[in-house]
């Protein structure tokens, strides 16, 4: 599986910005997938993740409520919609996928077998 994140970019804060994340490959529909990020200096840090089907999603305290993960199925993509963006939302963000029918959790690095390249966002204050 390969993933394509895009949609980075350089935001005020409060702003709201969307990123996305094209898959390569005929099962994306059985594994789950998700964002984290890595800010400068700091260890990577989950973001959100959502189930195979789409039925059910994850954040963290930090972003729930402002941030909404999403999947096309279909169009292999997932989006993660980033509202009232904040400085601290400043980070490179990777999208995320695990292996096929994965039954463990959402919330480790450890959980996802495929990274894509990351892309910036930088949130201005």
């Known amino acids: 599986v390969q993933l394509q994140a895009s949609g980075g970019g350089l935001v005020q804060a409060g702003g709201s910005l969307r990123l996305s994340c094209a898959a390569s490959?005929?099962?994306?529909?059985?594994?789950?997938v998700g964002w984290f990020r890595q800010a400068p200096g700091r260890e990577y840090e989950f973001v959100a993740a959502i189930t195979s089907g789409g039925g059910r999603t994850y954040y963290t305290d930090s972003v729930n409520g402002r941030f909404t993960i999403s999947r096309d199925n279909a169009k292999n993509t997932v989006h993660l919609h980033m509202n009232s963006r904040k400085a601290e939302d400043t980070a490179v963000y990777y999208c995320?996928?695990?292996?096929?029918?994965?039954?463990?959790?959402?919330?480790?690095?450890?959980?996802?077998?495929?990274w894509g390249q990351g892309t910036q966002v930088t949130v201005s204050s």
């Open positions: 995320v996928a695990s292996v096929s029918h994965y039954s463990g959790s959402y919330y480790s690095w450890s959980d996802y077998a495929y």
């Open positions: 490959g005929r099962t994306f529909s059985s594994r789950n």
